[in-house]
T-cell receptor
């Protein structure tokens, strides 16, 4: 079946440090890939997505590139802020639009210290 | 514009009881999906409702059932509760499933504790 493996946390960084959260997937075919973020006390929010190989998703300074050859979708940010502290989930899906079922990784807790 | 709202936010039940969780989708959305998020895990898809019918279902037993009302709101029912059903239950809404660019909007969840 489909699965997503994320870098285990928690991850603690100082403000302005570089962030990488690794994500690899196992799937039959070519899924769409997503990063969701869950801030404390809030619901999951879509951070970025990529729907085909070599696509780069980006938002709020975060980037991730869909790498078919390594089945990866690593999340990066050049300079993190305290406000980026949250839990980050990598996910995949098949299907069109909102008919998709999302398969999530286990999440990575990020804490950014001032 | 209200987003996805869920109730109750927290509840405690005992084994064998039944529970009903409620979800109101974001304005303009007609599709509701439910996910279960165990502590320290990612959300797992339970099922999706559109046009008052269950359209897709994940790997959950029949103890988990749902309903969608004409106003697009939805309920998740869990019968014969087990300790392992303790989790955060997330509702996500979206527009018509066939829209190519549909995005899921999640509520803050209902945290269920089974004792």
């Amino acid at each position: 079946g489909n699965s997503v493996t994320q870098m285990e946390g928690p991850v603690t960084l100082s403000e302005e440090a570089f962030l990488t959260i690794n994500c690899t997937y196992t799937a039959t075919g070519y899924p769409s890939l997503f990063w969701y973020v869950q801030y404390p006390g809030e619901g999951l929010q879509l951070l970025l997505k990529a729907t085909k190989a070599d696509d780069k998703g980006s938002n709020k300074g975060f980037e991730a590139t869909y790498r078919k050859e390594t089945t990866s979708f690593h999340l990066e940010k050049g300079s993190v802020q305290v406000s980026d502290s949250a839990v980050y989930f990598c996910a995949l899906s098949f299907g069109r639009g909102s008919a998709r079922q999302l398969t999530f990784g286990s999440g990575t807790q990020l804490t950014v210290l001032p | 514009d209200a987003g996805v709202t869920q109730s109750p936010t927290h509840l405690i039940k005992t084994r064998g009881q039944q529970v009903t969780l409620r979800c109101s989708p974001k304005s303009g959305h007609d599709t509701v999906s439910w996910y279960q998020q165990a502590l320290g895990q990612g959300p797992q898809f339970i099922f999706q409702y559109y046009e008052e019918e269950e359209r897709q279902r994940g790997n959950f037993p029949d103890r988990f059932s749902g309903h969608q009302f004409p106003n697009y709101s939805s309920e998740l029912n869990v019968n014969a509760l087990l300790l392992g059903d303790s989790a955060l239950y997330l509702c996500a809404s979206s527009r018509t499933p066939t829209r190519r660019t549909g995005e899921l909007f999640f509520g803050e969840g209902s945290r269920l504790t089974v004792l």
